[in-house]
């Protein structure tokens, strides 16, 4: 709320300081009301405060906010774009979502049972091959423990842990079908899965170096609540090495870097997928 109060006073300051010097509601063709919406406000409040121009529609939101962006220089190129808390554009393609580019597999967003890019990527592949060399050089042995992961092994592998130990606790550490990150080709499990392979010099390693490669550590400890799953000091996700570097250094999970929620919308895996 302080923010929004501040991008408000913001906005109100600098209209009244346009409005002494034009009359016209518009500075170098752009409106005040756009100003206002580009400035994070409401398009009801911006309303309330100034006219809306010919041609802006606001779409009920969905997830995320409405923004609006020129492409362009004329009205036509004004698009709408689905957007998360941090101003991430949200896409969607063929069923897959993308927030800034990066392909999102988590407890809010899935990938369609079709999704099968058959093994890891060749980018992610060779971004691990490259990571595992250097990690050679310093001493420091890694290997692939899991990889790609199809929906159809995602889908015996969640079941058989609810089968044995229960729908809630394997919910904190396994993906229900479609919502894992294995399925994308972009995400492994590296050594060994213990939670004390934090502690090792591999953990650590990979912890401290993975960005440098593209991985981020995906489930760090301490941000179940966020991530939805508990630390998994063995699970790195490839996003490249601009995104993973930002992200490494925000000390941040991908979900709070990004604004984006992990939750399941379908509280029990009986409901979302039909069994009883
Ligand atoms: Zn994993």
Not at 60 to 81: A, C, M, N, V, Y
Not at 157 to 177: I, K, Q
Request: proline share 3%; net charge negative.
């Amino acid at each position: 709320m302080r923010k929004a109060g501040k991008v408000f006073a913001a906005v109100m300051i600098t209209a009244l300081v346009l409005s002494l010097s034009s009359c016209a509601g518009t500075v170098a063709g752009i409106s005040f009301w756009e100003m206002a919406i580009a400035a994070g406000l409401p398009a009801d409040k911006a309303d309330d405060l100034f006219e809306r121009p010919q041609n802006y529609e606001i779409a009920e939101p969905e997830e995320g906010e409405i923004r609006f962006t020129h492409t362009g220089d004329d009205e036509e190129s004004l698009q709408k774009q689905k957007v998360t808390s941090k101003g991430y554009v949200i896409e969607e393609i063929d069923g897959v979502t993308y927030v800034s580019g990066i392909l999102i597999a988590n407890k809010t967003y899935t990938v369609p049972d079709s999704y099968d890019p058959g093994g890891l990527t060749e980018e992610c592949y060779a971004a691990y091959s490259a990571m595992r060399s250097a990690a050679a050089k310093d001493g420091i042995s890694i290997f692939i423990n899991s990889g790609f992961r199809s929906y159809r092994t995602q889908t015996s592998l969640y079941w058989g842990y609810v089968a044995r130990r229960g729908m809630e606790l394997a919910d904190t550490f396994s993906a229900r079908p479609g919502h894992s990150e294995h399925q994308t080709g972009l995400a492994m499990d590296l050594n060994s899965i213990s939670d004390y392979f934090g502690e090792t010099a591999e953990g650590r390693w990979l912890a401290e170096h993975g960005h440098e490669y593209g991985f981020i550590l995906r489930y760090p400890r301490g941000k179940s609540d966020i991530t939805g799953y508990k630390y998994e000091p063995w699970h790195f996700r490839y996003i490249g090495v601009e995104m993973a570097t930002e992200v490494y250094e925000s000390g941040l999970t991908l979900e709070e870097f990004l604004g984006i929620d992990s939750v399941y919308a379908v509280a029990s895996a009986y409901d979302e997928y039909g069994r009883n």
